[in-house]
């Protein structure tokens, strides 16, 4: 009886080492692009409230277009693990190749498009008419680096599949530091302001596809894969990634339904639901980092053959999200003294915010479920039920949002909202691994 119960727990241990190797870097990378806009916004804030005010503005819109094409990372994360786990590393670097070259041609339509619609884009958005210039100024030059952003999501997706989540957090904390000296280089010493704080981070990002780009050529090189665009690869890349995108779209419409309602609500009712909003996706990175660690670990085992192994992966990852879910939710409710003031000094407000914050708490063991099963799914490639469970969630979540100021609910009814709109989720992703039916072996899912 003595030798299951060690057999076991060394398991246990083999998959923590695993999960911690991947997720800890994963979790210094994701902050990277949060990060760029806080630094654009600490720099900008010197130079007035108006060019603050339309920084602010493009960075939401920019924000969008980033979440947006996340898939990109997802899809190509999930496809090369499965052919490493295959043993076909000369396959799995040139699935990645297909997936950088699908971001660069998506990108440059994105380009075009953020060219010409960033007056309506920032209209759409609410800038004020003297925050408007600078927000086009900043939206337009920056969309110049939106190549190089996908790119560096398509890379980073390679090297996940590849199981190197180090090399990606090296090039993150690179390109803020480079973001940080360029944009006070060319914001106050060539006195280019938000046209500069703009450059800056063009550059940055054009510096993180150029390293990426190094690596994942070296690679292709060391492994004998072709550098040129194969169309059948790059149509298999999109055809993985439409799913997520529609998942990730649906998602977005949530996130910004509840910031509408918020908003009907009154003034005091957005500004603490933008804190709690704030707060929330800020432990969203800590929960997503383990369904990264879970992307890369499921494809890699399914690619290999190993359902047993899979299984015991995600019943190990469950247990570290919904561990980190009640350490998150408890540091939430103890520290709230401390954090709070710093968010707002607004008594209203802050009031608001006690009852939210603790719904908040109380959702995350939950949440940490819902992203480490999100991502084993994204990594067996299972992107079309994700599309629809997310979908089934949205048609669940409307209802119960709009019912909040019809009622007179309050921000805290908008919250039990979010917090449906999680067990919904979670509903629908535990019943799915539960079925057994995401558990398709092989080099390439069928």
Known sequence: MTLPADLRSRDRRRHDREILALAVPAFGALVAEPLFLM??????????????????????????????????????????????????????????????????LLSLGVVVLALLLAPWAVSLLGASPTATPYAVTYLRISSLGLPAMLMVMAATGVLRGLQDTRTPLVVAVGGFAANLGLNVLLVYGAGLGVAGSAWGTVLAQTGMAAVYLVVVVRGARREGAGLRPDLAGIRACAKAGGPLMVRTLSLRAVLMIATAVAARLGDDEIAGHQIAMTLWIFMAFALDAIAIAGQAIVGRYLGAGDVPGTRAATRRMVEWGVGCGVLLGLLLVVARPLYVPLFTPDPVVQAQLQDVLLLVALSQPAAGVVFVLDGVLMGAGDGGYLARAMLGTLVAFVPAALAVPALGLGLAGLWWAMNLFMLVRGAFLCGRVRSGKWLVTGAVRA
Do not use: C, K, M
């Open 39 to 104: 630094a654009d916004s600490a720099i900008i804030g010197h130079l007035g409230t108006p060019q603050l005010a339309g920084v602010g503005v493009a960075a939401a819109a920019l924000s969008t277009v980033a979440g947006v094409f996340v898939f990109l990372a997802y899809a190509t994360t999930a496809a090369v693990a499965r052919r490493i786990g295959a043993g076909d590393r000369r396959a799995a670097v040139q699935q990645g190749l297909d997936g950088i070259w699908l971001a660069l």
